[in-house]
């Protein structure tokens, strides 16, 4: 199986090399462990292949996204500038949707599903895929179709049939909420934990490849800092 760069030198041979080409790829992890970060790495590195991206962004705003990845020295605009990495932003598209819809006494059942369109056409000639988050996507409050798995499945099978690798980021706590609803869909999973010192009371990121189809795991926690210039594997 073809692989491909996690952007992370020191990561891709707990990978089997990199991400399985193609695949879908969930990392989960508290607030603060880094997912985003993660996610920062492979675009840019990616793109700066020349690959090009796609970016669907469903928490937080752009230009926070953006501001952090030029502070790690893995500036994303200038890929957003010259088209090599969209953009699909749900988060700010649902603020005004939320609001034309109240004004207009109309539901949101139209927009979420031309979303899953607008979705479909993006990637047709995209070849790396980033969704932050996935738990904000399939929030179940106020959205159409109750059942996460409904939500995500769709997504998940557009973007493999047009040969994405792509990562899904989630919240442990939404992952939880969730039941884990996505574990059963993605080719491979890594989890991002933080593990307090109980003498110094210092936290320390760890990682787990906890699913990865086509590889052989060694099923070890591997230690990690964030540092100014990203993820660091220790």
Same mark, same amino acid.
């Given at each position: 199986?073809?692989?491909?760069? *996690?952007?992370?030198?020191?990561?891709?041979?707990?990978?089997?090399?990199g991400?399985?080409?193609?695949?879908?790829?969930?990392?989960?992890?508290?607030?603060?462990?880094?997912?985003?970060?993660?996610?920062?790495?492979? /675009?840019?590195?990616?793109?700066?292949?020349?690959?090009?991206?796609?970016?669907?962004?469903?928490?937080?705003?752009?230009?926070?996204?953006?501001?952090?990845?030029?502070?790690?020295?893995m500036?994303?605009?200038?890929?957003?500038?010259?088209?090599?990495?969209?953009?699909e932003?749900?988060?700010?598209?649902?603020?005004?949707?939320?609001?034309?819809?109240?004004?207009?006494?109309?539901?949101?059942?139209?927009?979420?599903?031309?979303?899953?369109?607008?979705?479909?056409?993006?990637?047709?000639d995209?070849?790396?895929v980033?969704?932050? *988050?996935?738990?904000?996507?399939? *929030?179940?409050?106020?959205?159409?179709?109750?059942?996460?798995?409904?939500?995500?499945?769709?997504?998940?099978?557009?973007?493999?049939?047009?040969?994405?690798?792509s /990562?899904?980021?989630?919240d442990?706590?939404?992952?939880?909420q969730?039941?884990?609803?996505?574990?059963?869909?993605?080719?491979?999973?890594?989890?991002?934990?933080?593990?307090?010192d109980?003498?110094?009371?210092?936290?320390?990121?760890?990682?787990?490849?906890?699913?990865?189809?086509?590889?052989?795991?060694s099923?070890?926690?591997?230690?990690?800092e964030?540092?100014?210039?990203?993820?660091?594997?220790?």
């Amino acid at each position: 199986m073809e692989r491909i760069t *996690s952007g992370i030198e020191d990561l891709n041979p707990y990978l089997g090399g990199g991400y399985p080409e193609g695949k879908g790829i969930l990392i989960t992890g508290p607030t603060g462990s880094g997912k985003t970060i993660f996610g920062i790495h492979f /675009l840019y590195s990616n793109c700066s292949a020349g690959k090009k991206g796609l970016l669907i962004l469903t928490r937080g705003l752009l230009e926070d996204l953006i501001l952090q990845s030029k502070d790690l020295g893995m500036d994303l605009e200038p890929f957003i500038d010259s088209g090599t990495l969209v953009v699909e932003n749900v988060f700010e598209n649902r603020i005004r949707e939320t609001i034309s819809s109240s004004r207009l006494g109309k539901g949101l059942e139209i927009r979420e599903k031309d979303r899953i369109s607008q979705i479909k056409i993006l990637s047709k000639d995209v070849e790396v895929v980033v969704q932050d *988050s996935l738990g904000a996507f399939t *929030s179940t409050q106020g959205c159409v179709g109750g059942d996460p798995f409904k939500k995500f499945d769709p997504i998940y099978r557009i973007l493999a049939e047009h040969g994405c690798t792509s /990562l899904f980021l989630m919240d442990d706590r939404a992952h939880r909420q969730l039941k884990g609803f996505a574990d059963y869909l993605v080719f491979g999973k890594i989890e991002l934990n933080l593990r307090e010192d109980a003498l110094s009371g210092k936290f320390s990121r760890y990682l787990s490849v906890a699913k990865m189809r086509a590889t052989e795991l060694s099923l070890e926690n591997v230690q990690f800092e964030l540092t100014s210039s990203g993820i660091r594997i220790k």
